[in-house]
């Protein structure tokens, strides 16, 4: 475990290093100069930025310039937005975590929803509920996400009026950012009105989450079915059922706890997929998360936000992979010798 | 006509006719692949069959809803958006934008990406280990993500667009054909051309690729799917193509403040985006269906 868990590390490290060569040289790749590019310091004075020159060492060699930029980043330093001349650091703090809760809430949707659906399909293997939800999850793998979100909008907010179409909360509660999660805050804010917030802003989570959760959803669905499948075709199955034990009794004892143990694996990949169709959902939601801040920074070529907006989501999905890979290399000891550990 | 046989001889096929022959006997990918080639002719002859200009307005036919509508009209079949252009000539002319340009881009990172596959399937040491660190760093990067970056590198607009998602494209490319040739080199077949003394350049053209190049077209169909989807985001998110042309994500974007009073110019295009993905992803899927009904027989 503990080489498994050095080698993943090391990969980590790698990765996080590649990416920081990639930030580091679009500071070069985007038009303009690229201390106004690093620092988004875009009305400053020449001695100002003669200063900030001398900080990230401009006058030497490029492999300098990057390990100046490197231990400004270590220092939580990115530079300030282009438009709004805040830090970069600050501005992630506040959006970030509403992209985390949403896709954290999707993700939720579609493994409560989509791991029994393939649980189901895979026990009915090539009978006709199997079929059906086969071709259920084929049409929610094709839907495009914008295109969901504004049928979603349409039936449940226009039409039926069940869910509100945009916004994370009423603007009638006012509620203080601690945390930036909007669910946290509300709980930990002393308003007397905290439980109808509360009500109000899971109302406002609905929609956007069943928007992100449909295309993961699909992908878990077939996953349980592949990997139950497999379970259902091995060895100790068989045993058990030999020893005379019912259907129901195998799937539940032995079925799906090891089937479970493999999607596992897959999850960390699927949370990459679900913060890209969250950025989406965003933008037609109204989000205020990282990702239509993102979006929004591309439109203002604000070259700083897009910089910063990278890393820390890059950074976040991979850490997000690791982090699966340990619980899936606990899970399963097989997995620790024959994957990274041993090759 | 058939070929007499006068020799009693047993007759293999080459890998991509066996993936063909037990392909075509699952009824619905071949309805798929028959949708599939309606679509590619649609993007390439589209312009020529449309009923109006995808550009032209009438404005005496503003919002006009579908004609199966009281109020439509049969020469606008599918109704017109809020310029009066023809939803169905619109609709007919954006397959060559967001179907078509889907496949070019896909065959272009096709062949660069089996390009730098093979080459590094060839080479050993540390260049490789490097090569299969920067691809992981990559793969597990979310494609729209990459090239949402890559549009913010470049700047908006359609072109921009496309070599963003072809080289997004290109890693998984790479990625595959890396491993089915090491997969490849490890059987025997591969060793007799080898003890012949042939070269490894001529080993991997005529006895690797003739039995990866299945893996590699599946590997197309997903990338498609992801094409399509990617440019109708980018699109619809206004990063790709310019409002007027009638590409279909950004159709829908231009519909999104009508949509309660003209939903048909909201749901015609996502529609088109949502059959075209599926008929590409059902092909891909048949495919895969029949390659692992070979690997079992």
Redesign the interface.
Known sequence: MVLFALRRLN?LL??LL??SVVAFS?NY??PGSAIVNITGLVNATDAQLASYEKLYRMDQSVFFQYLAYLRELFNGNMGVSMSTQNPISEELITYLPATIELSLAALLLAMIFGVPLGFIAAIFHNKVTDKAILSVA??G???????LA??LI?VFS?TLSWFPSSGQLNLLFEIEQVTGFKLIDILLSDSPYRWQAFQDALEHLVLPAITVAIAPMTIFIRLARTSMLEVLESNYIKAARAKGLSNIKIIYHHGIRNALVRIIRDMG?QF??L??LA??AE?IFDWQGAGSW??DS??QRDYTA?QGG?IA??TF??FI?ILADFIYASLNPVERYTRHATR | MPRDKIYIEEEFPSPILQLWLTFKRTPVAIWALFCYVLLVLLAIFGSFITPHSAMENNLDMLLTPPAWNADGDISYLLGTDDLGRDMLSRLIQGTSLTFGLSILVVVCALIIGVLIGSVSALTRGVKASLLT??L??VL??????LA??I???LG?GLTNVLWAIGLVLIPQFIHITRNAIKEEQQKGYVLIPILDGASELRVLVTSIYPNIIDKIIIQATLAQ?AAI?DI??LG????GAPVALPEW?SM?ANS?DL??IA?WT??L??LA??IA??VT??VG?GLRHSLKLQKEN
């Open positions: 990969l790698f990765t590649m990416l679009l790749f985007f084929m049409v793998y094709s839907l495009p996400v914008f295109w504004l049928i349409l226009i990949l990459a997929n913060m890209t950025m989406i933008v993102l979006i591309i439109f897009i990278l989501l890059a999905t991979f992979n | 660190h920067f992981d760093v597990s990067m979310p494609s729209l993500l949402i970056i549009v913010a590198i908006p799917s989807l109708a985001a619809f998110l206004g990063l994500g829908l999104l949509f309660y939903p909201s749901y295009p996502g985006i949502l993905v599926i992803n059902l899927e």
